[in-house]
């Protein structure tokens, strides 16, 4: 879940472009009761739709969330849904909000911000293994602002408050953490989906032995020459993770920080 942005002027950065979707006002999806206010009690709530939702993607992935497939797993008409989600977009803005509680209560702080956004990033990671359209609706869909995800955003920033960056960059921290767990757990379940035999791994590193040894790639013979290290996808997260936030406080603001 990306950080919210800060103010300013966001022409030139890709979340600027319109969504294909308008969707709900902010302050009607997330500031207002999860029901409609007229006629009679409905016998199910957004909470209940969202639930569904989730449970469907979780089974089906998220191409399969549609208002139809969603009201059948509700017992609910098709349209009264749209009372709760006028679109799919919505819909998963929901979703990911539901979801983003999966991290909540977060864990006490330790006061070493390090190791508090490791934390909070290895806790990211399993929820989006244990809900794996997760990181394709991060990066495709509206950012999201609702409850779950912004006392998130609360928690990595109160994590964040002994290293010496104003709010804006602190903001942009999280979007980097979180957007780096995105990205490296897409790759995994990219990579587990794929089928490699043991003839094309032994393929592979026939060639790149070739290669090593063809006096063209200096650079690379030498990389692929160093120790061995362990390839399991825990053990790749974590030195990604490790080389991502100990170098944060080389970045030129904490340095130029009072």
């Not at 020459?225 to 080389?250: Q, Y």
């Amino acid at each position: 879940m990306p950080a919210p942005e800060p103010p300013g002027d966001r022409t030139d950065h890709p979340a600027a472009a319109p969504s294909a979707a308008p969707g709900l006002d902010p302050n009607r999806l997330w500031r207002t009761p999860d029901r409609p206010r007229r006629g009679r009690r409905p016998a199910f709530t957004r909470e209940a739709i969202t639930a569904a939702a989730v449970a469907l993607a979780d089974a089906e992935g998220l191409d399969a969330v549609t208002m139809r497939a969603v009201a059948a797993r509700v017992g609910a008409g098709v349209m009264s849904l749209y009372s709760y989600a006028p679109d799919k977009s919505t819909l998963v803005e929901l979703m990911v909000d539901h979801v983003s509680g999966e991290l909540l209560p977060p864990a006490p702080l330790t006061g070493d911000w390090r190791r508090d956004l490791k934390a909070l990033a290895h806790r990211q990671r399993a929820q989006m293994l244990r809900h794996r359209w997760l990181p394709a609706a991060l990066t495709t869909q509206r950012t999201t602002l609702g409850p779950n995800t912004l006392a998130v955003v609360e928690h990595a920033l109160a994590a964040l408050r002994p290293l010496p960056l104003d709010g804006a960059a602190k903001l942009e921290v999280f979007s980097l953490l979180t957007g780096f767990v995105t990205s490296q757990v897409g790759h995994e379940l990219s990579r587990a989906a794929a089928t490699h035999s043991p003839d094309r791994t032994a393929a592979e590193a026939r060639y790149l032995a070739a290669v090593a040894a063809d006096g063209h790639h200096p650079e690379l013979a030498r990389a692929l020459a160093a120790p061995g290290r362990p390839l399991t996808p825990e053990a790749t997260f974590t030195r990604f993770l490790d080389r991502l936030v100990d170098g944060l406080d080389a970045a030129p603001e904490a340095r130029h920080q009072p």
